[in-house]
């Protein structure tokens, strides 16, 4: 069956405010890996300037059941 991909939780923390026109740098990192779900950092910059930053959950479920399924190697390969 197929496997799809939910986010299980997510969280934010606005540290200043972002204008029109506003040049930004956005990271992402991995900071857990499990056998069905990542936890994913992520941060936005303006120049030196941390404007936000969170975390969001995501998984994989089996698209018939919504149980719990591995992370299907082909993603795996991308992050690495």
Not at 25 to 43: C, M, N, P, W
């Amino acid at each position: 069956t197929e496997t799809l991909t939910v986010v299980g939780e997510t969280r934010v923390r606005y540290l200043r405010p972002a204008h029109l026109d506003d040049r930004l740098s956005l990271s992402v990192e991995v900071a857990e890996r499990g056998r069905a779900s990542l936890l994913v950092d992520q941060r936005c910059w303006r120049g030196d300037t941390l404007l936000a930053e969170g975390s969001i959950r995501i998984g994989c479920v089996d698209a018939g059941t919504f149980r719990p399924r591995r992370i299907p190697n082909s993603i795996l390969e991308r992050l690495a």
